[in-house]
C-alpha cells in the first residue's frame, strides 16, 4: 500500500494543475478545415468540399446554428452556397438561420418597379396627343339649294350620291322648321304626287337611302320638298332636281395644307346659273369663279356669296354654257388670309364653244366626257386616254402618300390615302406625268379631239 500513495498525490497534484489552467488537447478526431478566399473580398471563409460552410458540432451531435455569411460582402461565382442573394440589393444583410434551417436571405423588395433593361419603366405611356385627324371634306355627285317658301325661314342643301343601284340623299337645313320630307314628281312651282318618302329632320339634318338609281331622279321632273313640322300641309322650302344634262359638279381639292375641300355644282337655271358650294367650314370665307385653271389661276369672273358653315349659294349672271366652255376654276380663300387659296376645282368643259350645229351629221364629234376617275394604286399611275374637255379625278388608294404631277400643267401636292385631286384637260396633246415623291412612278395621258374613241379609263 505504502508505495502506491506517492502515486495517488502524484495523480491529485496532475487533477489540481489540470484544473487550474492546464493546457487542454485539441480533438484528434475533426480535421482541419480547407480555407477559400472569396474572390471579391478577399476575406478567407471555411469551406468543405462542397463550398458549403463547415459547422462544428456540439456534444450531442447535432448542429449548431450560425449566422450566414455578412450579406455586405459579395460572394465569389464559384461559392455553392444555399444562401440566395439578391441580385440588385447589395445592401440587404443576411438573416441568421434556425437550427437545422438553410439560411434564406430577403428577396428583393417587392414594391420596386420591374425596370426594362434600358433603364426605361415598363409601364406602357401614351402617345403623344397629336389631337383629331382632319376631317374629310364633303362629297357628292350633286349639290342643290333649297330655297325658302312661305316665309319658314328654312333653307339648306340637298346632297345627293350615287350608291350603286341606291341613291344616299342627305337633307341639311334649319333647324326646328321642317320635320316631313319627300321626293315628289313635279317641280317645286307644280308638285305632283310623292315619289319617295325621306327621313325627318333631325336638328336641322336627315339621311336617307332611296331604292332607285341617282340616273333614274335625273330627269328634270322631280323636286325635294319640305313640309313645316305641326303642319306638314304648309311648304317650307324646295328643290328642284335637274336633267343630267343641266348641272356639272366639280371636286374641290385642298391647297396649302388648309383641311379643307369638298364640292360644287354648278345648275342651269335659264339665263342664269346656280352656283352651290358645300366646303369643310370655318376656314374659307371669299369665294370666286377665277379665268384659268387652279394650276394657274386669272383673273376673278365671278364673285361668290361667302361661305358661311361651309355652304355657299349664289346665282351667277351667265348661262351655264358660257361657263364650261373650259378655262375656269372655282377657288376659295382662307377667311384670315384671303392671298393664301384653300380649295380650288377646275370647271370641266362639257360642249364646245358656241356648241354644234342641229341636225349634224351622225359622224359629227361626240359630246366629250364630262369626268374620268382614275386610281392611284399599288404605287402605278395610269396610263389614260381621253377626249379634250374631260376632267380626270385621281382617287389616291396607297398607305403612303403620292403627287400626280406634270410640270408647268398640274401638281396635286401630297395626296394622303382617300385623298383626290382632279384636273380638266381643255388642249389635245400626250402628257406625261409622275409623283414627285416616287420618280420611278409615271403615267402618260393622251388627250384627243371628242371624236376618238373608245375611252381608256385606266382600271
Known amino acids: 500500500m505504502r508505495p502506491l500513495i506517492p502515486l495517488l498525490f502524484l495523480s491529485l497534484a496532475l487533477t489540481l494543475l489540470a484544473a487550474c489552467g492546464g493546457t487542454a488537447q485539441a480533438p484528434t478526431s475533426t480535421s482541419a478545415p480547407e480555407v477559400r478566399t472569396d474572390s471579391a473580398t478577399g476575406a478567407s471563409q ?25 450579406a455586405s460582402a459579395a460572394m465569389s461565382s464559384g461559392s455553392s452556397s444555399s444562401a440566395a442573394m439578391p441580385a440588385t440589393d ?27 433593361a434600358s433603364g426605361v419603366a415598363s409601364e406602357s405611356m401614351p402617345a403623344a396627343d397629336t389631337g383629331p385627324a382632319p376631317m374629310a371634306g364633303p362629297t357628292g355627285d350633286l349639290v342643290l339649294a333649297l330655297r325658302e317658301l312661305n316665309a319658314s325661314g328654312q333653307q339648306g342643301l340637298v346632297v345627293f350620291t350615287a350608291k350603286g343601284a341606291t341613291t344616299e340623299v342627305s337633307v341639311l337645313g334649319n333647324a326646328g322648321i321642317s320635320q316631313a320630307n319627300h321626293i315628289h314628281s313635279g317641280s317645286c312651282a307644280v308638285l305632283g304626287g310623292v315619289v319617295h318618302a325621306l327621313t325627318s329632320l333631325v336638328d336641322g339634318k336627315g339621311v336617307t337611302t332611296v331604292n332607285t338609281t341617282l340616273d333614274s331622279l335625273l330627269t328634270g321632273g322631280f323636286a325635294v320638298n319640305l313640309h313645316k313640322t305641326g303642319a306638314p300641309a304648309t311648304y317650307t322650302a324646295c328643290a328642284d332636281i335637274p336633267a343630267k344634262a343641266s348641272f356639272v359638279t366639280v371636286q374641290l381639292n385642298e391647297m396649302n395644307a388648309s383641311s379643307q375641300s369638298g364640292v360644287a355644282s354648278l345648275v342651269a337655271k335659264g339665263a342664269a346659273t ?53 378655262g375656269m376654276a372655282i377657288n376659295l380663300h382662307q377667311t384670315a388670309n384671303p392671298a393664301i387659296y384653300t380649295a380650288c376645282g377646275d370647271i370641266p368643259m362639257i360642249a364646245p364653244a358656241g356648241g354644234t350645229a342641229e341636225g349634224a351629221a351622225a359622224t359629227s364629234p361626240v359630246s366629250p366626257v364630262v369626268g374620268l ?35 408647268g400643267l398640274f401638281d396635286s401636292g401630297i395626296l394622303d ?43
Open 90 to 116: 447589395a445592401s440587404s444583410s443576411s438573416m441568421p438561420a434556425g437550427s437545422g434551417d438553410s439560411t434564406s436571405m430577403p428577396a428583393t423588395d417587392t414594391t420596386s418597379s420591374a425596370m426594362p
Open 373 to 407: 376617275q382614275a386610281e392611284v394604286k399599288n404605287y402605278v399611275l395610269p396610263t389614260l386616254n381621253v377626249n379634250v374637255g374631260t376632267t380626270v379625278t385621281w382617287a389616291q388608294r396607297d398607305l403612303e402618300g403620292h403627287t400626280v404631277t406634270a410640270p
Open 274 to 326: 346656280e352656283v352651290v358650294l358645300y366646303a369643310t367650314p370655318g376656314i374659307s370665307s371669299a369665294n370666286h369663279i377665277h379665268s384659268g385653271s387652279c394650276m394657274a389661276l386669272g383673273g376673278v369672273l365671278h364673285a361668290l356669296t361667302p361661305m358661311s358653315g361651309g355652304m355657299s349659294i349664289t346665282t351667277v349672271n351667265a348661262a351655264f354654257a358660257d361657263l364650261t366652255k373650259g
Open 46 to 70: 471555411p469551406s468543405n468540399s462542397a463550398g458549403s460552410a463547415v459547422l462544428p458540432t456540439n456534444d450531442a451531435g447535432g448542429s449548431v446554428s450560425v449566422p450566414a455569411p455578412d
Open 417 to 459: 390615302e382617300g385623298k383626290t385631286f382632279s384636273y380638266t384637260f381643255t388642249k389635245a396633246g400626250t402628257y406625261t406625268y409622275t409623283c414627285t415623291l416616287h420618280p420611278s412612278m409615271t403615267g402618260t395621258i393622251t388627250v384627243g379631239e371628242p371624236s376618238m374613241a373608245p375611252i381608256d379609263t385606266g382600271y
